[in-house]
């Protein structure tokens, strides 16, 4: 919806011109960027140039990483969210930050199973309300964790994990096998920002915003679009400025998320009031603009603060509809005048049907832990998002405050399956274009003492294929440092002219009526 808001309203604009299906596909010493538009190939000569490419995904080389199912988070989440499509049923997902964490999440909403995530860290990088909607529903979190491999003849059919030692090492003994179609890999981003540096080695007077500039957030995306607008048209000599509060604005929306520092606790002396498990600082507030009362606070000086209830509750919940954490609960103590139940309000959003109306359920805490059995006494569309469901529960009165979500996942068999099979080098493909196996690198650094990732690609064309060396020469960087070498020793590839197959039609010219 964001996007198609912001297209609306650049729609409007008569002075812009958009050109759909035109990628552009090389920028040159003259100044010139070539682009095909819808299919013709022009040359454009702009006076500044502003570049939004976006971010790739970092990927991980081990043995059946190329397999088919094994994909990365963005592809799924376009899959999922752009083209409505269903790619799979029984998903595992590597890397607990923002995107593993939320792809898992609509990933549920879908109607997949997600069998679980691993995270190589002790903790999820993820913001903690999201990590926590995931486990409330009962998904296993595997931190310190790795994948070992991917097995499957001509698809993927089943994951490895193992848990790794404080050198990311896999400690044998400790691998678990599950059955998984689909692999995504989220395991962090890095900005496509080759044609960036290309114009900016032409001299062209460059501008780069969003992930293609700094990776952070989407909300931090569309803030950086806007300064970086108005300082183009400051350089250009326009009377405008960047006031000092979008800047403070885009660093809070770029920041790490803070410490977790626990949650305000809920009143004792209210019948009614929410209970929020927003426990760590992060750049968010819509919680506290929904409260028609003001009763919804942050009291530090930014959004960073962690929210807290204080005043009156009407029993709206209104903030329980828009968190988009999902942190907040309502908590009704008027429901049982004989205060043995009380009735809590939560946010739903998983598939109708997974939950019904007069059925018990595994009620669970702020964690995912286990509290005890509740009643779907109501379900209703909420007025306010229209993607979210409010459901009351009919809980034991002294489990009011601690009734955070519903467990949809049994917890899975812990019983640990050793695996005799080591992963070998030469069973990691770490470039796909040319099938160059991590063991004929390693072999030939060995051998030639090389330094110089150019003398690696000449020798055994890693990084020649038509991608460009997107994947594999992060992943040959990382070769060199997992055998010891600093990687200042090492001499980086030469950057690659940014370009794009383009069909040669595009380049033909009508003269005198004919091509
Ligand atoms: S339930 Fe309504 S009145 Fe109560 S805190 Fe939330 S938004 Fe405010
Ligand atoms: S809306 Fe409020 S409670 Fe929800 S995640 Fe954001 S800051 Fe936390």
Same mark, same amino acid.
């Given at each position: 919806d964001i996007g198609k808001n912001l297209a609306s309203n650049l729609n409007n604009e008569k002075t812009i011109d958009i050109w759909l299906n035109s990628p552009v596909v090389g920028v040159f010493s003259d100044g010139l960027v070539g682009i095909v538009k819808e299919g013709k190939y022009v040359l454009v000569k702009p006076e500044r140039l502003l570049i939004t490419t976006g971010a790739r995904e970092k990927t991980l080389a081990f043995p059946g990483c190329d397999l088919p199912g094994v994909y990365g988070a963005g592809a799924f989440q376009t899959l999922v969210n752009r083209d409505l499509v269903k790619p799979t049923d029984k998903l595992f997902i590597v890397g607990g930050g923002n995107v593993g964490l939320i792809g898992a999440y609509h990933a549920l909403q879908a109607g997949v199973d997600v069998i679980g995530i691993v995270e190589a860290l002790p903790e999820c990088g993820g913001y903690k309300v999201h990590l926590d909607k995931i486990k409330r529903l009962g998904i296993p979190i595997f931190t310190s964790h790795t994948v070992l491999r991917a097995e499957g003849?001509?698809?993927?059919?089943?994951?490895?994990?193992?848990?790794?030692?404080?050198?990311?090492?896999?400690?044998?003994?400790?691998?678990?096998?599950?059955?998984?179609?689909?692999?995504?890999?989220?395991?962090?981003?890095?900005?496509?920002?080759?044609?960036?540096?290309?114009?900016?080695?032409?001299?062209?007077?460059?501008?780069?915003?969003g992930d293609a500039d700094i990776i952070a957030e989407a909300s931090a995306a569309m803030f950086s679009g806007r300064i970086t607008a108005r300082k183009i048209l400051m350089d250009m000599g326009f009377d405008v400025e960047v006031p000092p509060e979008w800047e403070d604005m885009v660093n809070i929306l770029r920041s790490r998320p803070g410490p977790v520092k626990g949650i305000y606790p809920p009143p004792k002396d209210k019948d009614v009031y929410p209970v929020i498990r927003c426990a760590q600082e992060i750049p968010c507030n819509p919680c506290t603009e929904a409260c028609v009362l003001q009763s919804i606070k942050i009291k530090e000086p930014t959004m960073m603060g962690r929210p807290q209830f204080e005043g009156d509750c009407l029993g709206c919940a209104r903030c329980v509809s828009i968190c988009p954490g999902l942190a907040i609960t309502l908590v009704d103590k008027r429901y049982d005048k004989t205060k043995k139940t009380a009735r809590v309000v939560i946010p739903w959003e998983m598939p109708e049907g997974t939950i019904k109306t007069g059925q018990s359920v595994k009620t669970t805490g702020m964690e995912g832990?286990?509290? &005890?059995? !509740?009643?779907?006494?109501?379900?209703?569309?909420? =007025?306010?998002?229209? /993607?979210?469901?409010?459901?009351?529960?009919?809980?034991?009165?002294?489990?009011?405050?601690?009734?955070?979500?519903?467990?949809?996942?049994?917890?899975?068999?812990?019983k640990s399956i050793p695996r005799v099979k080591e992963p070998t080098d030469d069973e990691i493909i770490i470039c796909r274009c040319e099938r160059v196996t991590k063991k004929e690198i390693k072999d030939y650094i060995k051998k030639t003492g090389t330094r110089d990732i150019?003398?690696?690609?000449?020798?055994?064309?890693? &990084?020649? !294929?038509?991608?460009?060396?997107?994947?594999?020469? =992060?992943?040959?960087? /990382?070769?060199?440092?997992?055998?010891?070498?600093d990687l200042k020793e090492v001499t980086p590839p030469v950057e690659r002219p940014f370009t794009q197959e383009v069909p040669l039609k595009s380049f033909l010219r009508e003269k005198g009526g004919k091509k």
């Open positions: 003849k001509e698809h993927l059919e089943k994951v490895v994990i193992s848990r790794i030692d404080d050198k990311f090492r896999p400690i044998k003994g400790t691998e678990r096998v599950f059955d998984a179609d689909t692999l995504l890999i989220a395991v962090g981003l890095t900005p496509v920002d080759e044609l960036k540096n290309q114009a900016e080695e032409f001299g062209l007077k460059t501008y780069a915003a832990e286990v509290i &005890g059995e !509740g009643k779907v006494i109501a379900m209703k569309k909420s =007025e306010w998002q229209n /993607r979210r469901t409010l459901v009351s529960l009919e809980v034991p009165y002294k489990e009011a405050n601690l009734v955070a979500g519903i467990q949809i996942k049994k917890p899975t068999d812990k150019n003398a690696v690609k000449a020798a055994l064309r890693v &990084g020649m !294929g038509p991608c460009g060396g997107k994947t594999c020469t =992060e992943l040959t960087m /990382r070769i060199f440092r997992e055998m010891g070498i």
